[in-house]
């Protein structure tokens, strides 16, 4: 059965600082997913991942992928308070079915 | 487009009430989901449709069932609420079949049932 696990569940961190994301999965995924959510509203799509070694950017969002490690890293870059939200992880067992993991509740503090 | 649409936004229920949940999509897409959101939980799948005319269990299928009405439409139904159905709940649907295969999510419902 798969798993997914977050870390941190919280980050609190000041603007301008650099920080990482991690994201473990238990079992052989097909591709690995990055979602963010604002309090009170739905999932935005960020990232797909689908291969190992595949790193994607938009802005200060990098995300990685190691699946030897099962591993994906969300790296965020020089913190802005536009970025405080829930960010989601998800990796998809079978064809199509995403198990997600916790959420990590990021907080920008100007 | 408008995406993903779920009615109701919110709804409060009694304990045994019954009551279905809507969703639909205008993206054309084949595949549709139902998702609960529980405090420190993340989300957990409830059902899924693969494509028209199917659906499949999820990992918390217990208490709902669900109608694929057609290619738009994707229901989900609680017969005899109780409360540990409170939560918040999503729809999505995807193309299906593709590698990138992305769900994109509507804006929820958020359940309440006393």
């Known amino acids: 059965e798969l798993k997914v696990e977050q870390n941190p569940l919280f980050l609190s961190m000041q603007e301008g600082k650099n920080y990482t994301i991690y994201c473990n999965y238990s079992?052989?995924?097909?591709?690995l997913y990055w979602y963010r959510q604002d309090p009170g509203k739905s999932l935005e799509s960020l990232f797909v991942l689908l291969s190992n070694g595949a790193v994607k950017q938009e802005g200060r969002l990098m995300a990685s992928l190691d699946t030897k490690a099962r591993l994906s890293t969300l790296h965020i870059t020089a913190a802005v308070h536009d970025l405080s939200a829930t960010y989601f992880c998800?990796?998809?067992?079978?064809?199509?079915?995403?198990?997600f993991g916790q959420g990590t509740r990021l907080t920008i503090n100007p | 487009n408008a995406g993903v649409t779920q009615t109701p936004k919110f709804q409060v229920l009694k304990t045994g009430q019954s009551m279905t949940l809507q969703c639909a999509q205008d993206?054309?897409?084949?595949?549709m989901y139902w998702y609960r959101q529980d405090p420190g939980m993340g989300l957990r799948l409830i059902y899924y449709?693969?494509?028209?005319?199917?659906?499949d269990k999820g990992e918390v299928p217990n208490g709902y069932n669900v109608s694929r009405l057609n290619k738009r439409e994707f229901s989900l139904r609680l017969e005899s609420a109780a409360p540990s159905q409170t939560s918040v709940y999503f729809c999505?649907?995807?193309?299906?079949?593709?590698?990138?295969?992305?769900?994109?999510f509507g804006p929820g419902t958020r359940l309440t049932v006393l």
């Open positions: 998800a990796a998809v067992q079978g064809a199509q079915k995403l198990v």
């Open positions: 993206m054309n897409h084949n595949s």
């Open positions: 449709s693969a494509s028209e005319g199917t659906t």
């Open positions: 999505a649907s995807s193309i299906g079949g593709r590698a990138t295969d992305t769900q994109y």
């Open positions: 079992t052989t995924s097909d591709r």
